[in-house]
């Protein structure tokens, strides 16, 4: 079959944004779509077998256009922009990269990365109650404090409320420094973490300081009605069945809701049953509740959290072993061992 190719004129100043560093994006566009790619003045020859070069080129020309928007071009955009390519979705990825939810601090924009967010973040906007599904890495939680934080600052809510099970902490709780504040605060970290980027740490501070904003363990929502709030519920994995039937019925008017969990990460005994397993079960049906399921392509860490998310799931897959289950049911031996006096 004879070789094809096409020209394409690219802005000089978005070439190396384009390409990356020693042309380290040129080479991978090369490899994956199997064509050979040459740069000569701000003028892109591809070339190679007609399928694979309209491909590499509509591919090329979504990159220009993020470029030009202002988008700083990382791996991560290159492997999903490739891999939509392949699939003729690139347009997609312009739609996704649109989406604007916030800016963090230093002002950096926050947006859904990949179509898996993109329906996340839609799904939080038409439900009241949204339920974010998948392994680590895939912005279920930061993607969730965006909005409430958004929601905040437009006057859409009173209030956000911020809640996760200290389940590590069980009856060894007393046993760590300081009042009960700081021996929770280690299992919030990562909330605080997310609204120091996106709110600022000193507005933080302030809204804290007025109530407004409030981060507490999943135990201190007993007995409580949360009307005009935006509620995250994070790591509900490791809720039980009765602790998320509690945390569910608190939901008062004006109040939206976004539930977060990886059922791959449990630290719950392993006879236990999650409550975030349980909810998915009984809610599936129910008008205004969504269930977002994000996978291993949604994954935005570092390329290789990705590889050893999709290592971990094909090794469950093929042994039927559920490696957060053996760490639980290992934690739970360790704990017998020393109560019975033994090192």
Known sequence: MDEYSIKMDVPMEHMQNLFGQCDAYAKKLEADFHVTIINRDGAVRISGQKTDVEKAARTIEELVILSQRGTILQEQNIDYAIEMGKEDNGDALLAIDG?????????KPVKPKTLGQKQYVDAIRDHMIVFGLGPAGTGKTYLAMAMAITAFKNNEVGRIILTRPAIEAGEKLGFLPGDLQSKVDPYLRPLYDALYQIMGAESFARNMEKGLI?????????????????????????????????????????????ITGDSSQKDLAPDAKSGLDVATQVLSKIQDIAFCNLTSRDVVRHPLVQQIVKAYETYEAKSGHNTSQSGAHDKKRRNRTFRNGRK
């Open 214 to 258: 409030e981060v507490a363990p999943l135990a201190y929502m007993r007995g409580r009605t949360l009307d005009n709030a935006y509620i995250i519920l994070d790591e509900a994995q490791n809720t039980t069945p009765a602790q998320m039937k509690m945390f569910l019925t608190r939901i008062g008017f004006g109040s939206k809701v976004i």
């Open 99 to 107: 989406d604007c939810i916030c800016h963090t601090t230093s002002g």
